[in-house]
């Protein structure tokens, strides 16, 4: 074989390492789980690509994952059957982060261990940790399919607290697959032990689909202590969480599923596991997180359903399986019905997904409007503490999902002259609650920031009548009411707007006050007409204003002024 090359790291692999073993060592149990993730998606990844090419099994098809240590040498090790790497994969994944966002990742960092830990999850760069707890780590890898003479040996070890560079070396190795070996730090003696490493599995592991082996230790009585025997021992429940009944799953082990699919360090918020049978048999267990994902805003982010078909693993980031205003819910779809061979432009045009997703849409949306509804205060806070994180989103579904519209604007939470604050608590249904007597549409107002809006002299007349407007500072807010224009029956009206006519609320008297005084300042609104000139349609006596002395309005019929607003800033 040919003697070790060096390499050099990615100099953002580099501020990674250098990140990991400085803000994360208070959470240094995740190298294990991060580990054990790994060896699960390559046995996955072995089983989907033998799916029509079993000969990859090499006759060996009892996937499992290997957890060992060694007292003497200090060392962990992790190992699988999976699909292992080429040297050119150990090169691309173990010395670049291949992931698009790395930029944001890192302009995101806030140097709080307990955030940067959430981002470092969701951005998936688990490999990594194991520089937590290790100050050298050796893999050992063949790619399934390629003779024993490809196996490669990978090594990198912390010179002081950094690392720039890992040698590749070719190697024989006669099983497929990985195994790593932690080279473990001063002062990570504890994790030495068969007891502290099964209880770590137990925590993070425990949901992995194939069985994580230990050896089986016994008590030596002549010894008298714990000694390892030959015999293997599956340490984890290795089996599907979604495909048990719910009643033996516990919230940990929801929480800790989650932990595993959403690449999160944080706990949901909120899930629905569900068998849907009928046309389709399919089981779906989806997650939605407590926080927003740094990426949310990429067109490119990873879609979070892990696709399954008859518990065979098909692909990460189906996103064919939600609709993109719901692209921050997390978990598993498994079906029976799909083709095992089913491919992403298959997805593309699949009826079956089509039904899959519809069903999946309306779970979360049903999950959403329980916390919101809910009598329970500790719900009801999940559902705000949702609206802050994803309300954005959300919004979205009114102009993208025709068939759900009503159920999204249900969901919906505004600003209002109700609480005269910023805070968006205010849904449709509790503005129609408050409605006046004689009110019969939805009142809003447009503008670019809170304050704008609150201090709206288009307000004025409605906070004399004591009617509730709804004030609307977000972007999307524009599209999101030029999508509805009513709910529950109740027309959606700018008060900014032309002519607006307040109906029933109006007061008889003001208004003849008011066409007298057209009346009378008749010469004084021509005067003002002709010097405005080409700049105003009209020029107006109003009863709507009560402190200020004029204000502009558009035409019922033309674009709002904020939305103008919007558009020019955009270069329209
Ligand atoms: P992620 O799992 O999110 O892709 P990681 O940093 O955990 O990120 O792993 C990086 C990549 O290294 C994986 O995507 C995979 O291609 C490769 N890899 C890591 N561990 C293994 C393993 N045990 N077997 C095969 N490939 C692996
Ligand atoms: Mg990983």
Known sequence: ????????????????????????YSNREIFLRELISNASDACDKLRFEALDKSELFEGEGDLAIRIGFDATAKTVTVSDNGIGM?????????????????????????????????LIGQFGVG????????????????RAGLPASDGVKWECAMTGDAAGEYTVEAIDKAGRGTEITLHLRDGQEDLLSGWKLRGLIRKYSDHIVQPILMKKEEWDKDKNEQVVTAEDETVNQANALWTRSKNDI?????????????????????WSHARVEGRHEYTQLLY?????????????????????????FIMDDAE????????????VVDSSDLPLNVSREILQESKDIDTIRAGCTKKVLGLLEDLATSEDAAE???????????????????????????????????????????????????????????QDKIYYVTAETFNAAKNSPHLEIFRKKGIEVLLLTDRVDEWVIGNLPEFDGKQLASVAKGGLDLGKLEDEAE???????????????????????????????THRLTDSPACLVADEHDMGMNLARILKSAGQ
């Open 380 to 438: 009801k806070e999940k559902y705000a503490t949702f609206w802050k994180e994803f309300g954005k989103v959300l919004k979205e579904g009114v102009g993208e999902d025709f068939a759900n519209k009503d159920k999204i604007a249900g969901l919906l939470r505004f600003a209002s002259t109700h609480a005269d604050t910023p805070d968006e608590t205010v849904s449709l249904a509790d503005y129609i609650g408050r409605m006046k007597e004689g």
């Open 250 to 270: 516990t919230e940990d082990e929801y929480k800790g599923f989650y932990k595993h699919v959403g690449h999160d360090f944080d706990e949901p918020l909120a």
């Open 288 to 312: 939605v997180p407590s926080h927003a994902p740094f990426d949310m805003w990429d067109r490119n982010a990873r879609h979070g359903i892990k696709l399954y078909v008859k518990r065979v």
């Open 1 to 24: 074989a040919a003697g070790a090359q060096t390499l050099n790291f990615q100099a953002e692999v580099k501020q990674l390492l250098h990140l990991m073993i400085h803000s994360l």
């Open 320 to 331: 064919k399986l939600m609709p993109t205003y719901l692209r921050f819910v997390r978990g």
């Open 86 to 118: 080429s040297r050119d994969e150990v090169i691309a994944h173990l010395g670049t982060i291949a992931k698009s966002g790395t930029k944001e990742f890192f302009s995101q960092l806030t140097g709080d261990q307990k955030k940067d830990a959430h």
């Open 127 to 142: 490999f990594y940790s194991a520089f937590i707890v290790a100050d050298k780590v050796t893999v050992v890898t063949r």
């Open 511 to 541: 208004k003849q006050e008011a066409e007298k005084a057209a009346d009378e300042y008749k010469e004084l609104l021509e005067k003002m007409k002709a010097s405005l000139g080409e700049r105003v349609k009209e020029v107006r006596v």
